[in-house]
């Protein structure tokens, strides 16, 4: 114990010896691969989009921008798209960035001997050509509104590295811990579940990066993270938890506290195989006998705003906050449920015919809230609707809601800037199609989903997406509980135009033009 | 003692194999899979990409299909398998992780014994004393004690509230490479470990020195006239320390599998942290090899023990 004393005397913050110009940013876990052929997991994506550029990225407001391409144009048909790519661009290893790149990036992801796990959202790209070094034809066998950004922003590999390995053993190759790539940085050092660093790329093309070094340190314990933030050895934390805003906020005053809504959305799926749970009176009396702000309030201190329908109020060119609300009100929801002839039984739960109100809401370890499933159980136990929880790891919880072995499910969805929603409501998405594991179909809902896909003018499309938020608003195919706020804390050394901040990668788009002053 | 060894070794095969069939039939019955986990990353994920990722890792086939593939992997190319997860070989993995957890181990096992066969000893030689109940209720309360609450408790008192150790991780930021840091960073797990692992080495310990103080050599070395200290120090502790010395071998898979709270507690980047990730992303290379590795440990425990009890006590032979 002596010696453990002493110990905790030599507790020297690292701020003195670490480097100025390194940024150093706290994250909860780590990334699988860096090849971006086989990446599926946040932290890849964060990491790979240092190394690898796509032909556009994103831009302020989840706009498109330029990044490989300099430029693209589509026949007025939107199926023949010609991109012009930037010249002069090399990869990190000295080799310049030409077509064939591209292509072969195309040819490799959609041949299914790959795997390549996104290969189902592009089966729309017929053909991918060079036309001379600098140009690239995609041709679409139908108009997609993703393609400028999922399709044209899928990041490019480097085909001279690749090319000689067959695609069936991409997988087990070694190139995803040594990626090779046209992006702003390169890997330096990746101790798993520890750390991975990346230095400034000297062959990138955008000129010099400000920011010379990146260093992601997993640290999975909030107090630590929140230690490291006040003591100054990191400059940033894009995961502050609920709550921890406040207390971060009185420890150190001049730390930058950004909280912007995030592009997830919670919410209870609901079973429509389940007698009871596929009457609109029941999910009605269910929203509004379900007091959702005084969860965020009391709960979750303010960290989510309360969800109105698919579309999460961060897509602020899609959102569209006109539609039916479901304010708490417990006598409305007794009287849907008793005009829609639900009795209460002597046992306080409600029943009509053969049909009692009692389901069972499915919760997963990783992810679930226990407080605000509690909640959930006793306001509809006022209501007369029994809830059991039922809390199970996430592969159980997955699988249980794709065979349709659920009633109600807590989920969190979303992280894509897109009001998308086709294989989550389609008719023609239930398992194993698509997603949609709650079995719902409205035509009219799922007509607008799938127009909305095929339409690329931004009016139209918003007038589509309108509709479809007011038609889910009112059919209720989930119970919508809240959207969550995307919370960073940033050291005041790092400047950046705090005013066009996105949330989740998107954050770090531009992460090479941040200026970090004295430490 | 070489046969005995080569009959120990053979006949271990068939437990190995028999341990990886149950735990690959639990496994792959079990409900959800790497592809649900897959699935569930990616939201979006097509069911086409989902079939093609599923036909890619060869979990379409039935569990015993993929246990033979497995197998066979493993004995005809010594292959532990590439991850699910970031396609990586498993033992590439597994080696980044063994350093800490055999250092996190070995201070533990240390502290343990140091802390552990002094107090069994002077437990036994006061007997029914204060310090011998005090020590008795010590042991059961820290034998009863929930690892994972205990690692909680510590981190709450000491890192939360006092400041003393850092709650989480292996070392700081920025501080790769310095021991001391290491160290810091260590005390806390090691000290839940070895508080767990007390318990059964103290009342092991005790029981063997009282199980010695009565035999009647130490009556004759007494009535030669040799002072009380060489009679217990010299005679009656190096019989003491028999079942302790088994009891090291036997405690290795313990403490193995101790680890494994407590690293994912306390983050530290271990087998356990590894192990505990991989059961929760139904990374199956990876959780076979460290199943296989457990029991492996476990059998080479036993087997350790056996040969330490043979060498302190020239009574026992091996054929």
Same mark, same amino acid.
């Given at each position: 114990?002596?010696?453990?004393?002493?110990?905790?005397?030599?507790?020297?913050?690292?701020?003195?010896?670490?480097?100025?110009?390194?940024?150093?940013?706290?994250?909860?876990?780590?990334?699988?691969?860096?090849?971006?052929?086989?990446?599926?997991?946040?932290?890849?994506?964060?990491?790979?989009?240092?190394?690898?550029?796509?032909?556009?990225?994103?831009?302020?407001?989840?706009?498109?921008?330029?990044?490989?391409?300099?430029?693209?144009?589509?026949?007025?048909?939107?199926?023949?798209?010609?991109?012009?790519?930037?010249?002069?661009?090399?990869?990190?290893?000295?080799?310049?960035?030409?077509?064939?790149?591209?292509?072969?990036?195309?040819?490799?992801?959609?041949?299914?001997?790959?795997?390549?796990?996104?290969?189902?959202?592009?089966?729309?790209?017929?053909?991918?050509?060079?036309?001379?070094?600098?140009?690239?034809?995609?041709?679409?066998?139908?108009?997609?509104?993703?393609?400028?950004?999922?399709?044209?922003?899928?990041?490019?590999?480097?085909?001279?590295?690749?090319?000689?390995?067959?695609?069936?053993?991409?997988?087990?190759?070694?190139?995803?811990?040594?990626?090779?790539?046209?992006?702003?940085?390169?890997?330096?050092?990746?101790?798993?579940?520890?750390?991975?660093?990346?230095?400034?790329?000297?062959?990138?093309?955008?000129?010099?990066?400000?920011?010379?070094?990146?260093?992601?340190?997993?640290?999975?314990?909030?107090?630590?993270?929140?230690?490291?933030?006040?003591?100054?050895?990191?400059?940033?934390?894009?995961?502050?938890?609920?709550?921890?805003?406040?207390?971060?906020?009185?420890?150190?005053?001049?730390?930058?506290?950004?909280?912007?809504?995030?592009?997830?959305?919670?919410?209870?799926?609901?079973?429509?195989?389940?007698?009871?749970?596929?009457?609109?009176?029941?999910?009605?009396?269910?929203?509004?006998?379900?007091?959702?702000?005084?969860?965020?309030?009391?709960?979750?201190?303010?960290?989510?705003?309360?969800?109105?329908?698919?579309?999460?109020?961060?897509?602020?060119?899609?959102?569209?906050?006109?539609?039916?609300?479901?304010?708490?009100?417990?006598?409305?929801?007794?009287?849907?449920?008793?005009?829609?002839?639900?009795?209460?039984?002597?046992?306080?739960?409600?029943?009509?015919?053969?049909?009692?109100?009692?389901?069972?809401?499915?919760?997963?370890?990783?992810?679930?809230?226990?407080?605000?499933?509690?909640?959930?159980?006793?306001?509809?136990?006022?209501?007369?609707?029994?809830?059991?929880?039922?809390?199970?790891?996430?592969?159980?919880?997955?699988?249980?809601?794709?065979?349709?072995?659920?009633?109600?499910?807590?989920?969190?969805?979303?992280?894509?800037?897109?009001?998308?929603?086709?294989?989550?409501?389609?008719?023609?998405?239930?398992?194993?199609?698509?997603?949609?594991?709650?079995?719902?179909?409205?035509?009219?809902?799922?007509?607008?989903?799938?127009?909305?896909?095929?339409?690329?003018?931004?009016?139209?499309?918003?007038?589509?997406?309108?509709?479809?938020?007011?038609?889910?608003?009112?059919?209720?195919?989930?119970?919508?509980?809240?959207?969550?706020?995307?919370?960073?804390?940033?050291?005041?050394?790092?400047?950046?135009?705090?005013?066009?901040?996105?949330?989740?990668?998107?954050?770090?788009?531009?992460?090479?033009?941040?200026?970090?002053?004295?430490? | 003692?070489?046969?005995?060894?080569?009959?120990?070794?053979?006949?271990?095969?068939?437990?190995?194999?028999?341990?990886?069939?149950?735990?690959?039939?639990?496994?792959?019955?079990?409900?959800?899979?790497?592809?649900?986990?897959?699935?569930?990353?990616?939201?979006?994920?097509?069911?086409?990409?989902?079939?093609?990722?599923?036909?890619?890792?060869?979990?379409?086939?039935?569990?015993?299909?993929?246990?033979?593939?497995?197998?066979?992997?493993?004995?005809?190319?010594?292959?532990?398998?590439?991850?699910?997860?970031?396609?990586?070989?498993?033992?590439?993995?597994?080696?980044?992780?063994?350093?800490?957890?055999?250092?996190?181990?070995?201070?533990?096992?240390?502290?343990?014994?140091?802390?552990?066969?002094?107090?069994?000893?002077?437990?036994?030689?006061?007997?029914?004393?204060?310090?011998?109940?005090?020590?008795?209720?010590?042991?059961?309360?820290?034998?009863?004690?929930?690892?994972?609450?205990?690692?909680?408790?510590?981190?709450?008192?000491?890192?939360?509230?006092?400041?003393?150790?850092?709650?989480?991780?292996?070392?700081?930021?920025?501080?790769?490479?310095?021991?001391?840091?290491?160290?810091?960073?260590?005390?806390?797990?090691?000290?839940?470990?070895?508080?767990?692992?007390?318990?059964?080495?103290?009342?092991?310990?005790?029981?063997?020195?009282?199980?010695?103080?009565?035999?009647?050599?130490?009556?004759?070395?007494?009535?030669?006239?040799?002072?009380?200290?060489?009679?217990?120090?010299?005679?009656?502790?190096?019989?003491?320390?028999?079942?302790?010395? %088994?009891? =090291?071998?036997?405690? @290795?898979?313990? +403490?193995?599998?101790?680890?494994?709270? *407590?690293? /994912?507690?306390?983050?530290? !980047?271990?087998?356990?942290?590894?192990?505990?990730?991989?059961?929760?992303?139904?990374?199956?290379?990876?959780?076979?090899?460290? %199943?296989? =590795?457990?029991?492996? @440990?476990?059998? +080479?425990?036993?087997?350790?023990?056996? *040969?330490? /009890?043979?060498?302190?006590? !020239?009574?026992?032979?091996?054929?």
């Amino acid at each position: 114990m002596l010696c453990a004393c002493s110990l905790a005397g030599c507790s020297a913050s690292a701020k003195q010896s670490r480097d100025p110009n390194t940024l150093v940013v706290l994250e909860i876990a780590d990334a699988d691969t860096l090849n971006p052929l086989f990446a599926n997991n946040y932290y890849s994506f964060l990491y790979y989009g240092l190394i690898f550029d796509g032909l556009t990225n994103t831009g302020d407001n989840f706009t498109n921008v330029p990044d490989l391409a300099t430029s693209w144009k589509s026949t007025p048909d939107k199926l023949h798209w010609t991109v012009e790519l930037r010249r002069g661009v090399t990869w990190s290893d000295g080799v310049p960035f030409t077509s064939d790149d591209v292509v072969w990036t195309w040819h490799t992801q959609m041949d299914p001997a790959t795997g390549f796990p996104y290969r189902g959202q592009f089966t729309y790209i017929k053909s991918v050509t060079a036309q001379g070094p600098y140009r690239v034809r995609f041709d679409l066998s139908n108009k997609n509104a993703l393609f400028e950004s999922q399709g044209l922003g899928a990041p490019i590999l480097p085909a001279h590295v690749l090319e000689k390995i067959p695609h069936a053993e991409l997988r087990t190759s070694t190139f995803g811990e040594h990626p090779i790539g046209t992006g702003p940085y390169v890997l330096e050092r990746w101790r798993h579940d520890q750390d991975a660093s990346f230095k400034a790329n000297p062959r990138w093309w955008g000129g010099t990066q400000t920011v010379r070094r990146i260093v992601f340190e997993v640290v999975l314990n909030d107090q630590a993270r929140n230690d490291a933030m006040v003591d100054g050895d990191a400059d940033l934390d894009d995961n502050i938890p609920p709550s921890a805003f406040d207390a971060l906020k009185a420890a150190h005053a001049k730390l930058q506290l950004i909280r912007i809504p995030d592009t997830y959305t919670e919410f209870v799926y609901v079973n429509f195989r389940r007698p009871g749970l596929d009457d609109l009176a029941v999910r009605q009396a269910m929203m509004y006998g379900w007091d959702r702000q005084a969860i965020v309030d009391g709960l979750y201190r303010g960290d989510f705003a309360l969800a109105t329908s698919l579309v999460p109020n961060g897509l602020r060119l899609w959102y569209d906050p006109r539609v039916k609300r479901y304010p708490y009100d417990p006598k409305r929801a007794r009287d849907i449920l008793e005009r829609a002839g639900y009795r209460l039984g002597a046992d306080g739960v409600r029943r009509r015919g053969n049909v009692r109100l009692t389901y069972t809401l499915d919760d997963t370890q990783a992810s679930g809230h226990p407080d605000m499933d509690a909640a959930f159980q006793a306001d509809m136990r006022s209501i007369g609707i029994a809830i059991t929880i039922h809390t199970i790891d996430f592969a159980t919880y997955i699988d249980q809601a794709q065979d349709g072995n659920f009633d109600l499910g807590m989920i969190e969805w979303g992280g894509v800037p897109d009001p998308d929603q086709t294989t989550l409501l389609g008719c023609d998405q239930f398992p194993p199609n698509g997603n949609n594991d709650m079995r719902f179909c409205d035509p009219a809902i799922s007509r607008d989903v799938d127009l909305g896909l095929k339409t690329l003018d931004y009016p139209a499309r918003r007038k589509i997406y309108d509709d479809m938020q007011r038609r889910v608003a009112q059919d209720i195919p989930v119970l919508y509980f809240a959207d969550p706020y995307f919370q960073i804390a940033i050291s005041p050394r790092v400047h950046f135009d705090l005013k066009t901040v996105l949330p989740d990668l998107a954050l770090y788009r531009d992460v090479q033009h941040w200026r970090l002053g004295r430490l | 003692m070489s046969t005995f060894i080569a009959r120990r070794v053979l006949g271990a095969i068939p437990l190995l194999l028999l341990i990886s069939i149950i735990s690959y039939a639990m496994m792959g019955l079990s409900p959800g899979g790497p592809a649900a986990i897959f699935a569930a990353q990616a939201q979006r994920m097509s069911p086409i990409a989902r079939a093609e990722f599923i036909h890619s890792l060869g979990l379409d086939k039935p569990w015993y299909v993929q246990y033979l593939y497995w197998l066979g992997n493993l004995v005809f190319h010594g292959s532990l398998g590439y991850s699910y997860v970031d396609q990586r070989p498993v033992i590439e993995k597994i080696l980044e992780h063994v350093p800490v957890t055999v250092e996190m181990l070995s201070l533990a096992l240390v502290a343990t014994v140091l802390i552990a066969v002094p107090i069994g000893i002077v437990a036994a030689l006061k007997r029914d004393t204060a310090f011998d109940y005090v020590t008795t209720v010590v042991a059961f309360a820290s034998y009863g004690m929930p690892v994972f609450w205990l690692s909680i408790i510590l981190i709450d008192l000491f890192a939360v509230h006092l400041g003393w150790f850092p709650s989480a991780g292996a070392n700081s930021i920025g501080q790769e490479g310095n021991p001391l840091d290491r160290l810091r960073h260590l005390v806390l797990p090691v000290t839940a470990l070895t508080v767990v692992s007390l318990a059964s080495w103290i009342r092991y310990q005790r029981g063997a020195m009282v199980n010695v103080l009565g035999e009647l050599y130490l009556r004759t070395a007494r009535s030669k006239g040799l002072s009380e200290a060489r009679v217990i120090l010299h005679h009656a502790l190096r019989n003491a320390l028999l079942p302790t010395i %088994t009891l =090291l071998g036997l405690s @290795l898979p313990g +403490l193995f599998s101790g680890a494994y709270f *407590i690293e /994912y507690v306390f983050s530290v !980047p271990g087998m356990g942290y590894l192990g505990i990730n991989a059961v929760f992303q139904r990374d199956y290379p990876t959780v076979m090899a460290l %199943t296989m =590795l457990t029991a492996v @440990l476990v059998i +080479l425990g036993n087997l350790l023990a056996d *040969i330490a /009890y043979g060498i302190v006590d !020239p009574r026992i032979r091996y054929d």
